[in-house]
Each structure stands twice: as structure tokens, then as C-alpha cells.
């Protein structure tokens, strides 16, 4: 494994710093942030690595609520690949969301739907979202669904999908949503992993003013999958839909026969709460699967120090639920605090490139998280569409998905965040189930481009690639792993553990490999660059690049693909494919545009290649393997430096490539 080979050595250049904004310190204007200094950061997070018992015993009881209190804080090993926290600890993860919220208060907002039409916003309630969920939760258990069953979840952006994850961890059904803008397919291949009994979906999305077939989707996915007894849909437009009698139900006519309480169920701490289905370096996606009360932590901690909440906070992080970001930092992190989430429909363009900030301007938001894709697109639309709206509720706004590049964090702290703002640029996986390295609002001067510091609780370090050996010390690049067991990390791939462990435990024996290249410079600070293995990175949606290749070869037309990650200004890296046709078959016109629908068939809209080539062949070692590097270098405009060539079978066909990407 290599590092990076796109990355550049910072660790020796003189970044801009930017102190805690002094806003956030004045309790006059600002409540006092939870950590406030550089020296308390230092002190808890010493505690945190040093003492987890300790930290995380405390925080699990003050942030959290047990129906059992555990005993152990935490058990297990990286080498062992067996861990566990909280371990005789009882907790239902729906009732640390809701029940004890809506119990103590329930006239207090819990979403915020701000739908695709601006004028479209509907407010739930505590109180209101435990009769929907328990309701649910009844729905759910007449039809079967039993503790340890996985429920499918392919929705849009609506309240009735929350309502749907909190019904599920209620009666103890981990759930896998899947992100509604995967393709028949892809969904197909999910629910069919994981066994999945029901599919919760709605009969159509609204998204940038255009209806999406969801169910549609569904039933084409179904086509082939015995596990699915039920589809409950949800009426969101009410257009006409296929139906298949005896499997189909509508959520509403269900619901109106449920009993409007539902007891939750008794988990352990190390049940199951979710699976989530995220692309690795090789082979079919993997159902990454987090456990109850270690992963609820996480959110909930994350929540409280990176984004500061403090109570009467409108929390706004503008990920899909399909993603993890949507699962922690719009569903569990704020409702386990007991705070007022936005849930957004539609798109930051629609109607127009001002509608983050009308919607920041309309509900007051404190806490606005969103991607540097996003950043980037609207920076590149002018900065009319920004001014002029008042912004002066927030106080903390981040950043997720990618490295964000210091133009883009500078216009997102100085037009968003007025200067007055903490910017956070929060680095975690899927896998970590919560933020990992992250400023503290009140506590860390930032760099633009570096995600600063480690949480609470992680214990990072850079190892070099080809060694495993740490690197001391700092000015130094590497890969990036972890030390130590942290509560919410993922504890196995769905019905896969030897993956699991080949995938993050064991490259580096005794660590948790991110993936990922980063430098640590001479001040500390992390930059994390991107991954060094064969994931790409697309506007903050994590492909495979042999996935890609799988749905590219898929076509009868073709060969062999060969895949990579190009650079690109507005979404990070884009997908450039590289396809040798099979023998005796023609170039006909309009094939790569044959091939590109064949990927968006496959995969889902997201993955559509940006460039696809048509080759003669690729260049490969005499072993006939694919230097997917000596590609990577051409599309990337770094043919002058290509390397050592020499191992190529045929050298030749360099200028050949070169030409076919640059003309
Ligand atoms: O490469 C890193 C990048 O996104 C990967 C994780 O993707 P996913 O599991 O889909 O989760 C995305 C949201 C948490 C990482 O391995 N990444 C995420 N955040 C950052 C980042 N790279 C640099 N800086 C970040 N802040």
C-alpha cells in the first residue's frame, strides 16, 4: 500500500491561523462554549485517552440514559478485533431520542421539515413524534418484525423517514437505509445482504422540483428477493403508483390502525442498532454495522463539544439520511440531546442559490453543517446570492466529506460565518460512526485545510505505509490509523467479520486503518488528504473504483475498465473510466454514452463517470495488472512525471492515452 500519490507535503509551509472567533467567547453575546481554552482541550482529551474508563463512563451517564447500568466502560482489542463498551448496559436508543424528551417536554419543536417548496414546513413535536414512532414501532411488529430483524429504509428527505430509523431501533430492528438515490440494483443488493424483511418507501420523492419514482425503484429492485414479506409506503405526492396486492400497504392506512404507545425494548448495549452499506476498496459494499450505546455516545458527544449545543440550539446539517452524516448529525446526535433538528428536502440551488441562507435567515439556525462540494458550488455562483440575509444566529458552521480546500473555507468563514463563527472541518468515516479529528468551537485556533485536532477518545497516529512504523514527531506524512478502541467505531461488517478485520484491523496490527493519507504539521495540526487505497471521493459520496468497473463490464460491449479518480475543482475527484472494447466490436457512436447510463443503471446517478475513454488497452505490468497510477498521472496532467515505467508490458501506448484524455 502506498501513500497518496496525489498528496503534497504542507508540513513545512506557514498556514494562516485563525484564533477562536471572540464572539463566541464573550458570554454577553455568546453562552459559554462546554471547552473554552486550548489547555482544558488538552486536559480532557489527555483524560480521554488515558483514562476511557473514566471519561466515557462519565459521559455515558450524564449524556445518556440506562434502563441497566453498565458495569464494564469498555472491553476488547484491536488485535483482537472484539470490541465492546458499556458492556451489561441497558439503553433503547428511540427512547434516548424521544421518549425522555417529549416525557419532560413535550411541546418542544423536535424537526423541522423545511420541504422541497420553500413555503412547505412542518413542525413535530416531542410529544408528536412519540405517538409516530410508537405507532410505527406497532405497525412494524403486526407485520412480523421482530428484535434482531433488519428493515430496509429507502425514503426521501421527510419526517416519517426519522420516524422510521426510531421505530426500528425501538423494537430492536437494526435498520439499513439505503440512500434513495442508488439505483434498482444497488438497493437490490443491499436488502438482499442483509436479509431485509420489510422496505419502508414512499411513493414518490420531491427534489429540486421534480418528482422522483421511488417506488418505482422499489419494485424493480424486488423483482428478485425472497426476504421481503411487506413495502410500507408513505403518500408523499400522492401520483399514481404501481401496487403489488398482499405485499404493498400504505403507511397511512396502517398507522390508523396502530395503538399510539409501544414500550421500546430492552437492548444491550452491544445490540445492533444499524447497518450501513458503504463502498470499500474491493468487492460488493459492505454492511457496516454499529452497535446501540457506544454509537449513540459518539453522536450525542459530538454534538455537545464540536457543535457546541447548548439547549434552544436549531441544529441544521444539510447530509442525506442515506448517508452516515444524516444518521448522526440529524437523527441521533441531536434528538439523544434533546434538540430542535432541521430535515431538508431539497437542493441548495433550489429555486434559487440562496436557500441555505433563507433557510438559516427563516428558523434561526445555531449549527449549520454541510459539505465542501456544496461550499464550492455556491462560492462559484457569486456572492449576491449570500448577502443580505441575516445570519447572525450562528455560531458554529462545518464542514464533511472531503478535505475542503482554504478558498472554500475562507468564503464559507468570511460570507457565512460573517468572521464571527466557529468553523469546523470535521474529518470521520462511516466507520467511526461519529467525527474523529475536529476543532472545538471554543478552544482551537483553526488552519483552513486541516481538521486540527483529535476528538475525545481518539488516540491518532501516522504510520508509514510500507514499515507500519509509527511516525514520531511533527512535519510528518503517512497513513492514518488509530491507537485505541473509541465507543462509537463500527464492530463488524454485517455477517462478514473476517472482512472487517482484513479491511481496518489488520493491515496495520494493533491499529484501526482509516484508509486515509495525512500529514501532521509542524504545529500538531492534521491534514487529512484522501484515501490511499482504491476509493474515490465524489462530491463527498464514497465510491469503489471496482465497482464502477463491475457495472462498466457488466455491458456486453466491453472488455476490461479501468477506473480512477481525477481531479476536479467543484466536486473534489470525479470518475474517469478507461474501456478496451472486445474483440470484433465496433466503436459505434454513442457508446460511451450507452456506457455511462449502464453505471447510473448500476450504481445510481451519483456515480456517473465524468470522462470515459474508449482504448485500445491499458497500460499494465507483464503480469498483466492494471497501473492504474500511470492513468491517474495522465488525466490528472502529470504525464511529465509519470515515473518508473518500466515494469509496463508496453510502453508505447503512453502517448497513445495521453492524446486520447488531452487531444
Ligand atoms: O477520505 C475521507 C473523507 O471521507 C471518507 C469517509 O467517507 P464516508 O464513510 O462516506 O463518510 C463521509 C462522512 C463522514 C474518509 O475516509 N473525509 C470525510 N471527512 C473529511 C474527509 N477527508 C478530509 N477531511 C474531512 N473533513
Known amino acids: 500500500?502506498?501513500?497518496?500519490?496525489?498528496?503534497?507535503?504542507?508540513?513545512?509551509?506557514?498556514?494562516?491561523?485563525?484564533?477562536?472567533?471572540?464572539?463566541?467567547?464573550?458570554?454577553?453575546?455568546?453562552?459559554?462554549?462546554?471547552?473554552?481554552?486550548?489547555?482544558?482541550?488538552?486536559?480532557?482529551?489527555?483524560?480521554?485517552?488515558?483514562?476511557?474508563?473514566?471519561?466515557?463512563?462519565?459521559?455515558?451517564?450524564?449524556?445518556?440514559?440506562?434502563?441497566?447500568?453498565?458495569?464494564?466502560?469498555?472491553?476488547g482489542s484491536f488485535q483482537e478485533g472484539d470490541v465492546a463498551w458499556f458492556l451489561e448496559g441497558e439503553l433503547n436508543a428511540c427512547y434516548n431520542c424521544v421518549d425522555r424528551h417529549a416525557l419532560k417536554n413535550p411541546n418542544k419543536v423536535?424537526?423541522?421539515?423545511?420541504?422541497?417548496?420553500?413555503?412547505?414546513?412542518?413542525?413535530?413535536?416531542?410529544?408528536?413524534?412519540?405517538?409516530?414512532?410508537?405507532?410505527?414501532?406497532?405497525?412494524?411488529?403486526?407485520?412480523?418484525?421482530?428484535?434482531?430483524?433488519?428493515?430496509?429504509?429507502?425514503?426521501?428527505?421527510?419526517?416519517?423517514?426519522?420516524?422510521?430509523?426510531?421505530?426500528?431501533?425501538?423494537?430492536?430492528?437494526?435498520?439499513?437505509?439505503?440512500?434513495?438515490?442508488?439505483?434498482a440494483e444497488s438497493?437490490?443488493?443491499?436488502?438482499?445482504?442483509?436479509?431485509?424483511?420489510?422496505?419502508?418507501?414512499a411513493d414518490e420523492g420531491r427534489r429540486g422540483g421534480k418528482n422522483i419514482a421511488t417506488k418505482r425503484i422499489v419494485d424493480d429492485a424486488l423483482k428478485a428477493c425472497d426476504s421481503v414479506s411487506n413495502v410500507l409506503v408513505y403518500q408523499r405526492t400522492g401520483s399514481e403508483i404501481p401496487w403489488t396486492e398482499g405485499r404493498d400497504l400504505w403507511w397511512h392506512e396502517e398507522m390508523a390502525k396502530a395503538r399510539s404507545y409501544c414500550a421500546p425494548e430492552r437492548m444491550n448495549s452491544e445490540d445492533p442498532l444499524f447497518?450501513?452499506?458503504?463502498?470499500?476498496s474491493t468487492g460488493t459494499p459492505k454492511g457496516v454495522l454499529h452497535t446501540t450505546g457506544g454509537y449513540l455516545l459518539g453522536a450525542a458527544a459530538t454534538v455537545k463539544y464540536i457543535f457546541d449545543y447548548q439547549e434552544n440550539d436549531i441544529f441544521a446539517c444539510m447530509a442525506d439520511i442515506g448517508w452516515v452524516t444524516g444518521h448522526s448529525y440529524i437523527v441521533y446526535g441531536p434528538l439523544t440531546l434533546g434538540a430542535t433538528t432541521v430535515l431538508f428536502e431539497s437542493t441548495p440551488t433550489y429555486p434559487t442559490p440562496a436557500r441555505f441562507w433563507e433557510l438559516i435567515a427563516k428558523h434561526k439556525i445555531t449549527q449549520f453543517y454541510t459539505a465542501p462540494t456544496a461550499i464550492r458550488a455556491l462560492r462559484r455562483l457569486g456572492d449576491q446570492w449570500v448577502e443580505g440575509h441575516d445570519l447572525s444566529s450562528l455560531r458554529v458552521i462545518g464542514s464533511v466529506g472531503e478535505?475542503?480546500?482554504?478558498?472554500?473555507?475562507?468564503?464559507?468563514?468570511?460570507?457565512?460565518?460573517?468572521?464571527?463563527?466557529?468553523?469546523?472541518?470535521?474529518?470521520?468515516?462511516t466507520e467511526t460512526g461519529s467525527i474523529i479529528i475536529t476543532p472545538l468551537p471554543g478552544a482551537i485556533a483553526t488552519k483552513p485545510g486541516s481538521a486540527t485536532f483529535p476528538f475525545f477518545g481518539i488516540d491518532p497516529v501516522l504510520l508509514d505505509p510500507a514499515s507500519g512504523k509509527e511516525l514520531e514527531g511533527n512535519g510528518v506524512t503517512g497513513v492514518l490509523a488509530v491507537r485505541q478502541p473509541w465507543p462509537s467505531m463500527a464492530r463488524t461488517v454485517y455477517n462478514n467479520h473476517s472482512r472487517f478485520l482484513d479491511t481496518y484491523l489488520k493491515p496495520y496490527p494493533g491499529y484501526y486503518f482509516t484508509g486515509d493519507g495525512a500529514s501532521r504539521d509542524i504545529d500538531g495540526y492534521y491534514w487529512v488528504r484522501g484515501r490511499v487505497d482504491d476509493v474515490i471521493n465524489v462530491s463527498g459520496h464514497r465510491l469503489s473504483t471496482s465497482e464502477i468497473e463491475s457495472a462498466l463490464v457488466l455491458h456486453h460491449s466491453v472488455a476490461e475498465a479501468a477506473v480512477i479518480g481525477g481531479h476536479d475543482d467543484l466536486t473534489g475527484q470525479c470518475i474517469h473510466a478507461f474501456v478496451t472494447l472486445k474483440p470484433n466490436v465496433e466503436e459505434a457512436e454513442g457508446l460511451e454514452k450507452e456506457l455511462s447510463l449502464q453505471v447510473r443503471k448500476i450504481i445510481g446517478p451519483f456515480a456517473t463517470p465524468k470522462r470515459i475513454y474508449l482504448v485500445s488497452d491499458h497500460p499494465k505490468t507483464r503480469s498483466g495488472k492494471i497501473m492504474r497510477r500511470i492513468l491517474r498521472k495522465i488525466v490528472n496532467a502529470e504525464h511529465h512525471e509519470l515515473g518508473d515505467t518500466s515494469t509496463l508490458a508496453d510502453p508505447s501506448i503512453i502517448p497513445s492515452l495521453i492524446t486520447k484524455v488531452h487531444g
Open 110 to 183: 423536535a424537526i423541522i421539515h423545511e420541504g422541497d417548496e420553500p413555503d412547505y414546513v412542518k413542525k413535530i413535536t416531542y410529544g408528536e413524534l412519540l405517538q409516530e414512532v410508537s405507532k410505527l414501532a406497532n405497525v412494524l411488529k403486526a407485520r412480523g418484525v421482530k428484535k434482531g430483524d433488519n428493515v430496509a429504509i429507502y425514503m426521501p428527505m421527510i419526517p416519517e423517514a426519522i420516524v422510521s430509523l426510531l421505530a426500528c431501533a425501538r423494537i430492536g430492528a437494526p435498520h439499513s437505509v439505503i440512500f434513495a438515490g442508488f439505483s
Open 403 to 429: 478535505p475542503i480546500n482554504p478558498e472554500a473555507w475562507d468564503w464559507y468563514n468570511e460570507k457565512v460565518g460573517k468572521g464571527r463563527c466557529a468553523v469546523v472541518d470535521t474529518y470521520w468515516q
Open 1 to 75: 500500500m502506498s501513500a497518496n500519490p496525489d498528496q503534497v507535503d504542507t508540513t513545512s509551509r506557514v498556514d494562516p491561523i485563525h484564533p477562536v472567533p471572540s464572539r463566541l467567547l464573550d458570554p454577553a453575546q455568546c453562552p459559554t462554549p462546554y471547552v473554552s481554552s486550548f489547555d482544558q482541550y488538552k486536559t480532557m482529551w489527555k483524560e480521554s485517552v488515558e483514562q476511557p474508563e473514566k471519561f466515557f463512563g462519565n459521559l455515558a451517564n450524564e449524556l445518556l440514559t440506562w434502563s441497566k447500568p453498565f458495569e464494564t466502560v469498555r472491553h
Open 187 to 201: 438497493l437490490r443488493d443491499r436488502v438482499v445482504d442483509a436479509s431485509a424483511k420489510i422496505v419502508i418507501t
Open 275 to 280: 447497518l450501513l452499506y458503504t463502498s470499500g
